[in-house]
């Protein structure tokens, strides 16, 4: 066995072993939390930036954050702070920074700006509960205004479920830092003139999560010493407007995530550009904005269980349920499905049962429930076993990003590694690359040589989930092939031989678990155009003609996992 060989089986090895101990990771803390939350409550958002002052495009920044609407998954908290400034630099750990913005969401009393923003206090001091109620109402599902209606207080309750709610009031400190178009990129990286292909913005965010400490004990002291509302009398309501104006209602610190950003496209005039729609650099720079907060919401609601969407499978075929877009819910959304198994001590566990995607049938169901919509929100399964009505939906956010490893067999063989990355655009469509490699010995004009063929394509694929376990993927991919036969050019570098193809393919998986599955792949490779060397020459034959035969069909196998 040759060392490329070699090499290629242990990182296959390294692959599985490093996925298994990360199942077992999880399956630790499932043992420590052996059931997963079932209710499900409507969060509120207040979006805050912290903007540095004397940083550039600071005021670009501020501009363009405040016209950012909060997700529809959330209820609206804006208040009128939206924008905390800061003069001088940035601190420079995450434990730092988190501690500079909770105090100064303390000394800002963001916390009595969010009760006011509840509680819809007015000018003298007063509250009342209309709002409250309004998102009772709102939060409620069907199955809520079912069991209401039965009871005699009837929609009142739905109403006044509302106030149960405002635990769940929650601040996103949003910080965007070294933000660049893309030419100044290229400067600090000292890229060449030839060599700048994109226009637009490259930058990074970090997003502070806290939560308003809205317990028993914090509404008691709401109730007894503070509230007023339309009735009471105009010195109670100076006094105790003065009182909540002084009292400070607490926030903690919850979480933060980060990632890099990047809005840009193809320079126009480049290739790459042929197929592309040229934005303006401000729209880029506007979107770049917005899809930070996208997705520091969608990476928050990867570990943080009160953003975790959850309800009950309302019907098996196909998988549905009563939630939509007021839930937030986009195509190809995974959601884990769990069944609960009492244990033979008495103890309830929930047991994973099933993994499934949104699909692109979601509802629109921004309305008040009223206790008898037929609307619902379809899913289709990509693991597990069977799927019962009644058993719990919750939100498992993922990557989108996978990863697989192959050995080709075939004239055109060898191993090789591939990225594939879910669009969310289409249902399953994703867009695909890998990077392959071959040592053969073809009979050319002057002889027999040993060659190293290297090839490269990018293209798209959608998988089509037919069983549980199961799927087709089907794919079109255009690449690169070169072969080196070790001699060199008078400059020193190597001499090869390229041309490129079309590769359309049809994958089969079948899962060994959910995110993990063995591949079987045929591709079929066409080669277009002349064949073409490194000094630039172009020769009147094509590729399969010098390395005669090779084209055709060619068939893979190997090992898929997705994060």
Request: hydrophobic share 35%.
């Amino acid at each position: 066995m040759n060392v490329t060989k070699i090499v290629f089986l242990a990182l296959i090895i390294f692959i599985a072993l490093n996925v298994k101990s990360q199942n077992a990771t999880e399956a630790g803390k499932t043992v420590k939390k052996l059931q997963p939350a079932t209710d499900y409550d409507r969060s509120a958002l207040t979006m805050i930036l912290l903007s540095y002052e004397d940083y550039k495009y600071a005021q670009e920044v501020q501009t363009e954050f405040t016209g950012i609407e909060v997700p529809s998954k959330f209820d609206d908290n804006t208040i009128n702070l939206q924008i905390l400034k800061v003069d001088g630099g940035r601190p420079k750990t995450v434990g730092e920074i988190s501690k500079f913005v909770l105090n100064s969401l303390k000394s800002n009393k963001v916390g009595n700006a969010i009760i006011a923003k509840w509680y819809n206090c007015q000018s003298d001091g007063s509250f009342n509960m209309d709002l409250i109620k309004e998102r009772g109402l709102y939060n409620a599902t069907d199955l809520d205004v079912v069991n209401a209606s039965v009871k005699e207080k009837g929609q009142d309750n739905v109403k006044d479920a509302g106030e149960k709610l405002i635990g769940n009031s929650y601040v996103l400190v949003m910080d965007y830092s070294n933000v660049k178009t893309c030419d100044e990129a290229y400067d600090a990286a000292l890229v060449t003139e030839a060599n700048r292909g994109y226009h637009g913005w490259v930058g990074s965010y970090s997003a502070y999560l806290f939560k308003l400490n809205f317990n028993d004990s914090v509404s008691s002291v709401f109730y007894n010493d503070l509230w007023t509302d339309n009735d009471s009398k105009s010195e109670i309501k100076a006094e105790r407007k003065a009182k909540f104006e002084s009292t400070h209602f607490p926030i903690s610190y919850v979480s933060c995530v980060q990632n890099n950003l990047s809005s840009q496209q193809p320079n126009p005039g480049t290739n790459a550009a042929m197929f592309v729609v040229q934005k303006p650099d401000e729209q880029l720079f506007n979107e770049m904005i917005a899809i930070a907060v996208t997705d520091a919401e969608y990476k928050i609601s990867k570990n943080l269980d009160a953003f975790q969407v959850k309800t009950t499978v309302f019907s098996t075929h196909p998988i549905a349920a009563k939630i939509g877009k007021k839930e937030g819910l986009k195509l190809d959304n995974r959601f884990f499905i769990y069944e609960n198994k009492q244990k033979d001590n008495g103890d309830v566990k929930a047991v994973r049962k099933a993994v499934v995607r949104a699909s692109s049938h979601i509802i629109d169901n921004r309305t008040n429930s009223t206790g008898q919509s037929n609307q619902l929100t379809k899913f289709y399964q990509i693991g597990g076993k069977r799927v019962d009505e009644g058993m719990l939906l919750k939100q498992k956010n993922d990557k989108g990003f996978g990863f697989f490893a192959t050995y080709s067999s075939g004239e055109i063989g060898g191993y090789g590694l591939g990225l594939e990355y879910l669009t969310r655009i289409a249902t399953s469509l994703k867009i695909i690359g890998d990077i392959a490699f071959e040592d053969k010995n073809y009979i050319l004009i002057n002889g027999a040589d040993d060659l190293l063929f290297m090839r490269y394509s990018a293209g798209v694929s959608k998988s089509i989930y037919f069983a549980r376990n199961f799927q087709l993927e089907p794919s079109f991919s255009f690449g690169r092939e070169e072969a080196a036969d070790g001699s060199t050019n008078s400059d020193g570098s190597s001499f090869t031989f390229n041309s490129y193809y079309l590769k359309p393919g049809l994958k089969f998986g079948a899962n060994i678990r959910y995110n993990i599955q063995l591949i079987a792949t045929a591709n079929y490779y066409s080669f277009i155009g002349n064949l073409n060397d490194s000094n630039k020459k172009s020769y009147s034959f094509g590729w399969s003609d010098f390395f005669k035969d090779r084209k055709g069909l060619s068939l893979d196998f190997g090992l898929r996992v997705q994060f």
